[in-house]
C-alpha cells in the first residue's frame, strides 16, 4: 500500500488508500491516547475479530502509521502505538468529530456520549 519513493501519486488518493477498511480508523483512534496491547484494542473494537485486527495492525505498521513493540518477556508482551505521522491523524479525528456533530444536529439524530475531542 506504501508507494515507493519514485511513484507519483495524488496525496488524497493516498490518504484514502491508506486510511480505507471498516477498522482501520476505530485502530487508529484508539492509539490517540496511548500506547495499547493487542487484547485492549480487540476489546475497544466491539466486532473486530483476531484476524482482521492482526491483518490492520499489519497494514498500519507498513504504512508507517503505528509502531509495534515486541518486549523480550515470557510470554511475549507486544504494544502498538501511533508513530509521529500517525499521531498527526488527532487533527482529522478532530475535523470528523465536528462534522458529526454538526451532521448529527441537521439530521436530528439522537446519539450517545463519546468522548469530546479536543475541538477549539
Known sequence: M?????????PAELA???????????ILK??????KRFSEL???IPGITQR???????????CGLIRRTVYPVVPPMVEYELTEIGKSLEDVFNAIHKWGLKYVEA?????????EENSS
Do not use: F, H
Open 2 to 10: 506504501k508507494p515507493n519513493n519514485n511513484s507519483v501519486v495524488c
Open 16 to 26: 484514502i488508500q491508506i486510511l480505507s477498511g471498516k477498522w482501520k480508523l476505530y
Open 30 to 35: 484508539n492509539l490517540m491516547d496511548g500506547k
Open 42 to 44: 480487540q476489546r475497544a
Open 52 to 62: 482482521m485486527l492482526s491483518k490492520q495492525l499489519r497494514e498500519l505498521e507498513a
Open 107 to 115: 439530521m436530528s439524530i439522537k446519539t450517545l456520549e463519546c468522548q
